[in-house]
């Protein structure tokens, strides 16, 4: 039904929006710290957001469309 397309795209659109803000706030919050304390980003920045980018994103997905 057009209700189940309706709320797939919407919790599409939100999950790319949430993960997007939050993963670009780890990401300078890491730069940052990593900078601060004299370490290369480059080695830290990269694992983690390979890492946590899939398990974030899967996450939000599952727990907006369930919400919708």
Not at 21 to 30: E, G, R
Not at 43 to 62: E, Q, R
Request: net charge positive.
């Amino acid at each position: 039904t057009w209700n189940r397309v309706v709320a797939l795209h919407l919790a599409s659109v939100v999950t790319g929006s949430a993960t997007s803000f939050m993963l670009s706030t780890l990401m300078v919050a890491i730069t940052l710290l990593a900078n601060k304390y004299g370490i290369n980003p480059d080695n830290i920045t990269t694992p983690v957001a390979g890492t946590t980018g899939d398990t974030v994103t899967l996450g939000f997905f599952v727990s907006f469309k369930s919400a919708f």
